[in-house]
């Protein structure tokens, strides 16, 4: 079990709202509407983040594996997470920075970058595969994360990335009976990266957890649970939006009347 604290707040943070998906609107889109929907965010003292929940096998995978950090122990919404690198001025030209399990190929040898790779947003815009999809306003400058960020790309021995992406791709493909990685305290990885990188800069990502098993649940968590941190530390809390259109559900039992019962029994 991951070992992590309760907040103490009674009600979560109401400057994280939910924002509907248009018809046929892509994730872009909607993180562009987001964006202007948070006027805090227009002085470009705040670092981005989003959160992403993926459809595929891998990220139901990377979902249930962090819902130890869950309080009903369901599969988390989120699976991945993404630094903006978005200069302030709309996201239309938006680059994510990320440590994504799928390491590029070719030239790009991942160990170059400590598989830290940059790429256009415009990557994550289908909202089929990403049903859900959250934009986060950290209250710390840009500037300061991002360069926490560069360092870590010739800094292995501070956080090896590639470690965690092993491990987690292991874990993923159920290779060697690979347990959690989040139990033996290893985050998963651009989760891990951003922990990293933004306690360099002065701010704890993930007050919650003991340990820097980061994952995009925990920083939910943080930003929607944890404002007094936020409050008391920076005078701000993190702002944001967010929308939920892929639930892993899972039902109940419920006790079937008698009446049920014997018709069951006759089939």
Partial sequence: MVRSARSTATRSNPHLRELERRPREGNTAWMERAYKAIPEVQDGDWTLLVLLGGTDTTSFRLRV?????????LPS?????????????GLGRARAIEVPLAQPGGREFPPRTNGIQVRPLARYDDSAEFGNCALLGIPIQAAKVLDQVERLQSQRSTLDCLEHVVRWNAFAWGVAGTPNPLNDNYGIPS????????SAAGLDLTPGLESRASCPEAIWTGARWWQAYYKERQQQTPVGAYHIGHELKIEEPTEKSPRRRSAARRR
């Fill in 65 to 73: 594996a962090q819902s130890h950090l869950r309080p009903d122990l």
């Fill in 77 to 89: 919404f989120w699976s991945h997470t993404l630094l903006l690198d978005y200069g302030g001025a």
């Fill in 191 to 198: 989760a891990a990266m951003l922990e990293v990188a933004f």
